[in-house]
T-cell receptor
């Protein structure tokens, strides 16, 4: 089993829809969880980061972490065509050690049609 | 947010030549930078961890003599693909941690080896 699993999609929704993106993981030591948005042929852009379990909201984006289920989600409300991109989840065991790298999911490609 | 600049964004080279990619943290010092490789519809694959003032740490299966990494200062890391071959064609992305430990990515370099 891979450390991080993410459905690659593609996921197509109409403008205004609520989008749910998810990742599951197997390593219970992960404590820091991030969502990145990547447009085609660009570097990933940090959207949200959360520590441990719980919810975090930023504008139209909500990140949820359920450590008991090893499951994280990103919700996008009132989706816009400009949200069309690939969304990557990422996680790590620690956050304050210089050598620690993130483990990424494969990314889910989202397309929002107007 | 913190800015990481990566240059060039696209390079086309002949087989057998070497290509250098630069990664700069523009508004913070980064003791550690990371280099990733990404294939179409695949996740980011960590190649190596670049440490300022010391040797890079390479992931298993990555040839250190082929992918030379130099982290000469706290704001600059370079990746040199030596004797490039068509199979080295890929999207290369760097990242750096800012002082708050968040990870920010460069915009990526699309390498095409003819």
């Amino acid at each position: 089993q891979k450390e991080v699993e993410q459905d690659p999609g593609p996921l197509s929704v109409p403008e205004g829809a609520i989008v749910s993106l998810n990742c599951t993981y197997s390593n219970s030591a992960f404590q820091y969880f991030m969502w990145y948005r990547q447009y085609s042929r660009k570097g990933p852009e940090l959207l949200m980061y959360t520590y441990s379990s719980g919810n975090k909201e930023d504008g139209r984006f909500t990140a949820q972490v359920d450590k008991s289920s090893k499951y994280i989600s990103l919700f996008i409300r009132d989706s816009q065509p400009s949200d069309s991109a690939t969304y990557l989840c990422a996680m790590s065991r620690t956050f304050n050690q210089a050598g620690t790298a993130l483990i990424f999911g494969k990314g889910t490609t989202l397309s929002v049609s107007s | 947010g913190a800015v990481v600049s990566q240059h060039p964004s696209r390079v086309i080279c002949k087989s057998g030549t070497s290509v250098k990619i630069e990664c700069r943290s523009l508004d913070f010092q980064a003791t550690t930078m990371f280099w990733y490789r990404q294939f179409p519809k695949k996740s980011l694959m960590l190649m190596a961890t670049s440490n300022e003032g010391s040797k890079a740490t390479y992931e298993q299966g990555v040839e250190k003599d082929k992918f030379l990494i130099n982290h000469a200062s706290l704001t600059l890391s370079t990746l040199t693909v030596t004797s490039a071959h068509p199979e080295d064609s890929s999207f290369y992305i760097c990242s750096a941690r800012d002082p708050s430990e968040k990870l920010f990515f460069g915009s990526g370099t699309q390498l095409s080896v003819l």
